[in-house]
């Protein structure tokens, strides 16, 4: 196994990964808009990406490290929120484990 750097696309909806040996792009993954930050944990099997302007701003996209796929894509549900106005995010895709057994769809 390599060490491998992600990075999204400011301007288009891509992320870009990177063989920090070679510094040559191992693999783009199209996204649903470009993003501002990347978040994982090397403890963690996953990385989440947001999509921070177009359409479909405030996307996640849940990132396997191992499979360098998105495995979820998570939207804000506009009409359900907590008594404090904070709307949890909801999967749209049914049925992926996400972490510490939790799926994404219980965030």
């Known amino acids: 196994m390599h060490r491998v750097m992600a990075t999204p696309n400011l301007k288009d909806g891509l992320i870009s990964v990177i063989d920090m040996k070679t510094w040559k792009t191992l693999k783009i993954l199209p996204t ?3 993003g501002f930050f990347l978040r994982g944990h090397e403890n963690s099997a996953y990385v989440w990406a947001d999509v921070f302007s177009g359409p479909n701003k405030d996307v996640m ?8 796929e998105i495995v979820a ?11 404090r106005g904070i ?3 909801r999967q749209i ?7 510490n ?3 994404a769809d219980r965030l």
């Open 32 to 34: 649903l808009g470009p």
């Open 61 to 68: 996209h849940v990132i396997d490290k191992q499979k360098l």
């Open 93 to 99: 895709r049914a049925g992926v484990a996400v972490g």
């Open 101 to 103: 057994g939790r799926r």
């Open 73 to 83: 894509t998570l939207r804000r549900n506009r009409q359900d929120h907590d008594a």
């Open 87 to 89: 709307r949890p995010l």
